[in-house]
């Protein structure tokens, strides 16, 4: 059996987020115990694995999910009490939080794996109300949507152990992820820093009226976007060398980069602004629907995925 290999596991909040759980984990074969608070969770669960099996099962998941691996309790203690990895999809809030995890903490097996899918908590904070085995727990956050976007950021807190993350950085694996794991804690973890960063500037080139929303959104799905689809920036920076490599693209275009650094905006992200995003993605979309544009993505996604997984060189 796979380091990786789990048999069963909780998942603690059933949005989203935690749908995305679900249908990975059902995927795979794995027994899933469920806990969201809301009355009607049952049912917009099973509705949502049901919306998400026809991407699964082009990425090899089995024809139909196995409904008879799920079951959707009214306690979360309950629902962690077998459980030998917990998935934690609460909401964004520091002390809920804190509290849900110290929560699952108490019921959980001593070996289980207690994850986070916080999209920018620290580890260290919402681990902190955990006075039974704090060393188990961490964050494991995924990309939406979860079923399809392999991505997942392993971050341990001060009391994470190193064998703890260890295992989960294996579960995620095993369950047909991406993981990497961020070494030292930072709000926003790694991926979401990035994405930040791009948002902050592209944010401030409508601003200064640079650009339309429709032209930056063409400059990056047109343009870089592509590459990055495919490989990350340092080796894409790398092959812009030539011969040379990264370190001729360093030599060559750091300089004039650093002078670029001096000039990016600091955006006021107030409600004008704000309006005028959102009128640009209006205009930009016409009378596309969202669950169109979501459907084209996801279709060209799980595309991707497997023509990355048949080339073997790359990294």
Same mark, same amino acid.
């Given at each position: ?123 260290? #904070?919402?681990? +902190? ?6 060393? &188990?727990?961490? !964050?494991?956050? @995924? %990309?939406?949507?979860? $079923? *399809? ?66 032209? #930056?959104?063409? +400059? ?6 592509? &590459?990055?689809? !495919?490989?990350? @920036? %340092?080796?894409?920076? $790398? *092959? ?69 997984? +048949? ?5």
């Amino acid at each position: 059996m796979s380091a990786g290999a789990i048999r069963r596991a909780a998942v603690i909040g059933t949005g989203t987020i935690g749908a995305g759980w679900v249908s990975t984990l059902l995927a795979r074969g794995v027994a899933v115990a469920a806990y969201d608070p809301a009355p009607d969770s049952a049912e917009r669960l099973t509705a949502a694995v049901a919306g998400h099996w026809p991407t699964m099962r082009l990425l090899g998941a089995p024809a139909e999910p196995d409904l008879g691996l799920l079951r959707v309790l009214d306690d979360p203690a309950a629902a962690v009490r077998d459980a030998e990895f917990v998935q934690e999809n609460g909401p964004e809030d520091e002390s809920l939080k804190r509290e849900l995890l110290a929560e699952l903490d108490a019921a959980a097996p001593a070996g289980a794996i207690i994850a986070s899918s916080s999209s920018g908590l620290l580890p260290s #904070i919402v681990q +902190a109300g955990c006075t039974h085995h704090p060393e &188990r727990v961490l !964050v494991g956050h @995924p %990309f939406h949507p979860v $079923h *399809l976007i392999p991505l997942v950021e392993v971050v341990g807190g001060r009391s994470t152990s190193a064998a703890c993350a260890a295992r989960a950085l294996a579960v995620y694996a095993w369950l047909g992820k991406r993981p990497i794991h961020v070494r030292h804690e930072v709000a926003g973890h790694v991926a979401n820093r990035l994405q930040a960063a791009l948002w902050r500037e592209a944010y401030s080139l409508v601003e200064r009226g640079t650009a339309t929303v429709a032209d #930056i959104d063409a +400059a990056i799905a047109h343009g870089p976007g592509l &590459r990055w689809s !495919v490989l990350g @920036p %340092f080796v894409n920076q $790398h *092959l812009s060398g030539g011969a040379g490599g990264l370190s001729h693209t360093l030599a060559h275009l750091g300089p004039p980069m650093v002078r670029w650094w001096a000039d990016l905006g600091r955006p006021d992200l107030g409600p004008e602004l704000s309006a005028t995003l959102v009128d640009g993605v209006r205009a930009e979309l016409g009378d596309r629907t969202d669950a169109e544009l979501a459907a084209a993505r996801d279709r060209l996604v799980v595309g991707l995925l497997i023509a990355k997984a +048949a080339e073997g060189v790359l990294p």
